[in-house]
């Protein structure tokens, strides 16, 4: 029994391991193919050049070179590698719960009109207050930290995946219920069998809409409020008129933001397997 | 026995201008069809027989009218005021596809319904399909996959179980709505136009298949169509819709013995006389609008 236990599981870890690498090397390619280096290797030169040989201030424009030192000196010697970590945390806190909260909230409200008619509305009124118009009044309320960063984050997140969600339940083809309801399906076998695998592929389309606000909200709350943070990196290096370390900054942040974007695609593939036939 | 009394289906609608207008999909439509019958209702697109169809499943309620299931009422007229419409839902939260249970399955009459398109679930296997139907129907979870394997073997498809539909042609994928329909053993299925989206030669088996599953179980088959061709080669009787508003123009009793060939000279004789029927309603219509 035992014996069988550890297969089991050693296997699934190879399993998970051999998922892992496709994805990486799924990602990697569509960065590292022949065609996009062709674009990228010129576009990196052009940018070392250009401030070298004075055509643009260098004092403004640091090329890749300065950089490189640059992000080299913050990994090792000021930790940068604790910031991006301090970031992501509150990221995913604030994704998560916008996540956990939205989808469900989303789905009750596509598919039942009672419910969306007492719920919408208000959610309609909410939604077009701007995110960072929520960032006086949340440090007010929560004080400045993690609680209130990851609400910020939260706020940004939400409401994409709530409206994406809720519109792609309501939008159900009404045949699939009734060919279900046919057969005595209950309301929520319903919703767990056909209402939300039907809405699936719009709610992994609304999480990376979330992701992309939540990367916004996340440098707008680390700008107003914190110690830690790439966004305060960014807005200290502002400060001390560290031109390379802001880029630094803006690379990571753009890496992370793709980097979600590719396992978003990955998870998508992997759940909505039955798409790709199409 | 199905027995409809005088279904009316009326639906009101708002024209662009916003005045209230209205449509009679279903006018005052009466039909009575035996056990293990195949019934075809043929008719051009648009004259209520889908309606007419939904309304036998209990999946509209129609405005005037009943229909009845071996004596039990499926589902009666809305009523009009709200204190009528409480007692309604609680009166057909038992029988009604419409009015479910929230939490639990509750599969009420032994109807099994096939529509053309979105037939099946995209987003489950083969499989998968046949043991969610059968889930619905409160069959335990042991049971289910041999029973689903059995009607998937007789469907043949036993070799594509973990397959999508979208890997599946357009026969294999009807082929599957009926292993889906028949595993639950219902006694009546409901069929909206089933074979219309797949090719010709595809649709004489698929046709050829139905009559041997219908041999063997012995189920009533109520069969939407606008193709006279399937309904002469399948039916017991054919009811030819006219729409505007939709009702039974003419009805055809078919007995020629099975297995029927396709082109046998009495079956061709009624498609004569089907078709001619359908040319009036052209002439008809092309006068009326000049």
Same mark, same amino acid.
């Given at each position: 029994?035992? &014996? ?23 990602? %990697? ?18 940018? =070392? ?14 090329? $890749? ?16 590698? &604790? ?20 989808? $469900? ?54 409401? $994409? ?8 339940? &309501?939008?159900? =083809? $009404? ?23 039907? %809405?699936?592929? %719009?709610?992994?389309?609304?999480? &990376? ?26 807005? *200290? ?30 998870? *998508? ?10 | ?23 009679t999909a279903v006018l005052s439509v009466s039909l009575t069809i035996e056990d293990g019958k195949i019934v075809s209702l043929l008719g051009p697109s648009g004259c209520g027989k889908?309606?007419? !169809?939904?309304?036998?499943?209990? !999946? ?6 009943? /229909? ?61 399909? /046949?043991?969610?139907? !059968? ?25 594509? !179980? ?29 069929? #909206? ?61 078919? #007995? ?7 082109? #046998? ?26």
């Amino acid at each position: 029994m035992n &014996k069988y236990e550890t297969k089991g599981a050693r296997s699934a870890f190879r399993l998970a391991l051999r998922e892992l690498g496709y994805f990486f090397k799924g990602a %990697a390619m569509n960065i590292f193919s022949l065609e996009f280096l062709m674009v990228l290797i010129p576009l990196l030169g052009l940018w =070392e050049l250009l401030p070298r040989m004075g055509v643009v201030p260098r004092t403004l424009v640091p090329p $890749p070179s300065d950089v490189a030192v640059a992000a080299w000196d913050m990994f090792t010697k000021h930790n940068f590698l &604790k910031d991006i970590g301090d970031s992501m945390l509150k990221f995913f806190m604030g994704l998560g719960i916008a996540v956990i909260t939205a989808i $469900p909230i989303g789905v009750l409200m596509g598919w039942n009109i009672a419910m969306r008619k007492r719920a919408l509305p208000l959610f309609q009124l909410l939604a077009p207050i701007p995110p960072p118009a929520w960032v006086p009044i949340t440090i007010i309320f929560f004080g400045i930290g993690l609680p209130m960063q990851t609400f910020l984050i939260f706020i940004g997140a939400f409401y $994409p995946i709530l409206f994406n969600t809720y519109q792609a339940v &309501k939008d159900t =083809e $009404p045949r699939y219920l009734a060919s279900a309801r046919v057969f005595g399906a209950s309301e929520l076998a319903l919703i767990l069998h056909v209402y939300f695998w039907h %809405a699936l592929g %719009a709610i992994i389309m609304s999480v &990376k809409t979330g992701v992309a606000m939540g990367l916004v909200m996340l440098v707008i709350a680390e700008m107003y409020g914190g110690r830690t943070g790439i966004g305060y990196v960014l807005v *200290e290096a502002k400060d001390y008129f560290q031109i390379s370390k802001m880029v630094v900054c803006m690379v990571t942040l753009g890496v992370i933001g793709w980097f979600l974007i590719e396992a978003l695609k990955f998870i *998508e593939l992997k759940l909505a397997v039955w798409k790709v036939g199409r | 026995m199905i027995e409809a009394r005088n279904i009316t289906k009326f639906f009101s609608i708002v024209n662009e201008d916003r005045t209230a207008d209205g449509i009679t999909a279903v006018l005052s439509v009466s039909l009575t069809i035996e056990d293990g019958k195949i019934v075809s209702l043929l008719g051009p697109s648009g004259c209520g027989k889908s309606t007419f !169809l939904e309304i036998l499943g209990g !999946l509209q309620a129609p405005t005037e009218g009943s /229909v009845y299931i071996d004596g039990a009422q499926v589902l009666e007229p809305l009523p009009s005021t709200r204190k009528e419409m409480d007692e309604y839902r609680r009166k057909y939260r038992l029988l009604s596809p419409l009015a479910n249970g929230l939490i639990k399955n509750r599969p009420k009459h032994d109807i099994a319904m096939i529509f053309q398109d979105y037939a099946v679930f995209p987003w489950m296997t083969v499989l998968q399909n /046949v043991k969610f139907t !059968l889930k619905l129907r409160g069959i335990p979870r042991r049971e289910r996959e041999p029973v689903a394997m059995t009607y998937l073997r007789k469907i043949g498809l036993a070799d594509s !179980l973990n397959k999508y539909p979208s890997q599946l042609s357009g026969g294999m994928r009807q082929r599957l709505a009926l292993a889906r329909a028949l595993a639950v053993q219902p006694r009546i299925i409901l069929m #909206d136009e089933p074979f219309a989206a797949v090719d010709a030669l595809t649709r004489e088996r698929l046709q050829d298949d139905l009559l041997r599953l219908w041999y063997e179980t012995g189920i009533t088959i109520v069969l939407v169509t606008h193709d006279t061709d399937e309904a002469l080669y399948l039916s017991d009787e054919i009811v030819v819709f006219s729409p505007n508003p939709g009702a039974i123009r003419n009805r055809f009793a078919i #007995d020629c013995a099975r297995p029927r060939r396709r082109s #046998d000279p009495e079956l061709l004789a009624l498609k004569e006389r089907i078709t001619s029927l359908f040319k009036y309603d052209i002439n008809h219509e092309s006068e009326y609008s000049i």
